[in-house]
C-alpha cells in the first residue's frame, strides 16, 4: 500500500567526520515529493558525502535520515532490504557502477529481481520498456556495458535506477563524466523522467547550467555546510550569500540575451582544506585532552570580499530571510532580506 509522505528526503542535522575533518557539519536539508532540489558547491565541500549518507553508503556521524518517511539512520541492512527500493543513487561514472560481466538486461532487471517485483517474461517486458523510456532500443538488453558509449551507459543507470519506480533519486554529477555534446541530452531525459514519475531528486552538481535547468530548489554548501538556500529563480536572480554571488559571477549566462549580467568576483585563494579550515579555534576538552576545536568566526572568511572584524570572532547562523523561503548565513544579510554585494567590494 502507498504511504503518505510529504518529504521524499529529509536530512536532519547530519554532520560526518572522518578523523579530524568535519566533511559534513550540521547539514539539514528536504527534499519534497515529486521536488528536484540542487545541492551545489565546489569540490570538497562535503556535498557527495551528503548524497552517499541519503542513500545509506555512509553513515552520518551524528543527525538521522529520513525518507519517504521513514526514519533510516539506524536501520540494521536486513530491515533496510526492503525499503531499498524507496531510493536510488545515479552515480558520476557509470563505467564503474555497472557490473561490466553483467548483460544490460540483467543490470536493469536485477532490482526488480531483488525487490521481487517482477522476474522471467514480466521482467523482461518491464526492461524493454525501461530501455525505450531512457531513449535505448531492446535490443541493448542483450549487450554489455563496454559495448555502449558514455552516454548510453549513463542511461542504462537511470534505467535501473528508475525500474522500482522509488520516491527518490540521488543524482552525483551525473553527467560530468560524460562527453559535452551528449550531456544535455542525459539531462533532457532526467528533467522528462522526473516530470513524468514525479520522484523526489536531490541533484549533486558543481554545474550551474544544469541545476538551473533542473532544480525547483538550490542549497549551496561550502566547507561542509549550507550557506544558502533559495528557490532556484530567486537564487539565479538575487543570490545573497557572497559566496553564491561569486558562484554566480564565474558561470557562464546561457541565454546571451538575457538580463543577467554579473561582475565577475573573483575570490582570493582555494577552498581551504577541510583539514584546516579557517574558521576552527582549537581547544581542550575538560579533560584537558585536545578537542577538534569550535567554530568562531565564519567559513568563508579568508576568502570573502566583504569579511568584517565580526566575520573573524562569530559564527552567521544559517537564517530564514522575510519570505519565508529563503534562507542564508551571512552576517551582511540585512534583517529585511537585503544582500551584500561582493562584486562592489571585490578589489581583484
Ligand atoms: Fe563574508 Fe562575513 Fe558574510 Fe562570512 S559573514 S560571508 S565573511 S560578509
Ligand atoms: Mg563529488
Known amino acids: 500500500a502507498e504511504t503518505a509522505y510529504e518529504q521524499a528526503l529529509e536530512l536532519r542535522a547530519l554532520t560526518r567526520h572522518f578523523g579530524p575533518v568535519r566533511a559534513v557539519d550540521g547539514v539539514s536539508l528536504t527534499v519534497g515529493r515529486g521536488e528536484v532540489v540542487g545541492l551545489v558547491g565546489e569540490s570538497g565541500s562535503g556535498k557527495s558525502t551528503v548524497g552517499r549518507i541519503a542513500v545509506r553508503l555512509d553513515e552520518p556521524t551524528s543527525g538521522s535520515v529520513h ?7 539506524n536501520l540494521s541492512r536486513r530491515r533496510l532490504r526492503p525499503l531499498r527500493r524507496k531510493f536510488h543513487l545515479v552515480f558520476q561514472d557509470p563505467s564503474s557502477s555497472l557490473d561490466p560481466r553483467m548483460t544490460i538486461g540483467e543490470i536493469v532487471a536485477e532490482p526488480l529481481r531483488l525487490h521481487r517485483i517482477a522476474k522471467g517474461e514480466e521482467a523482461r517486458r518491464r526492461v524493454e520498456k525501461l530501455l525505450q523510456q531512457v531513449g535505448l532500443r531492446p535490443e541493448h538488453a542483450d549487450r554489455h556495458p563496454h559495448q555502449l558509449s558514455g552516454g548510453q551507459r ?27 555534446s551528449v550531456q544535455a541530452s542525459v539531462l533532457n531525459l532526467m528533467a522528462d523522467l522526473q516530470r513524468d514519475r514525479g520522484f523526489g531528486c536531490l541533484f549533486i552538481t558543481h554545474d550551474l547550467a544544469a541545476v538551473e535547468f533542473l532544480a525547483d530548489r538550490i542549497a549551496v554548501m561550502y566547507l561542509g555546510q549550507i550557506v544558502e538556500e533559495a528557490p532556484t529563480a530567486a537564487l539565479f536572480a538575487d543570490p545573497k550569500h557572497p559566496y553564491t554571488q561569486a ?21 582570493s585563494g582555494e577552498l581551504p582544506s577541510p583539514l584546516d579550515p579557517p574558521a576552527r579555534r582549537p581547544t581542550t576538552t575538560p579533560a584537558g585532552r585536545p578537542s577538534r576545536g569550535v567554530f568562531d568566526s565564519c567559513r568563508f572568511h579568508t576568502r570573502c570580499p566583504l569579511a568584517e572584524d565580526r566575520c573573524r570572532t562569530e559564527v552567521p547562523a544559517l537564517r530564514t530571510l522575510p519570505d519565508g523561503k529563503r534562507q542564508a548565513a ?14 562592489a567590494a571585490n578589489t581583484h
Open 67 to 73: 525518507i519517504a518517511g521513514t526514519d533510516v539512520t
Open 330 to 343: 551571512c552576517h551582511l544579510v540585512a534583517e529585511d532580506g537585503t544582500a551584500p554585494d561582493a562584486a
Open 154 to 180: 549513463q542511461r542504462v543507470s537511470i534505467a535501473r535506477a528508475l525500474s522500482c519506480e522509488p520516491d527518490l533519486v540521488v543524482a552525483d554529477e551525473p553527467t560530468s563524466a560524460l562527453d559535452v
Open 247 to 267: 558562484l554566480l559571477s564565474a558561470a557562464p549566462v546561457p541565454d546571451p540575451g538575457a538580463q543577467r549580467t554579473r561582475e565577475r568576483i573573483v575570490l
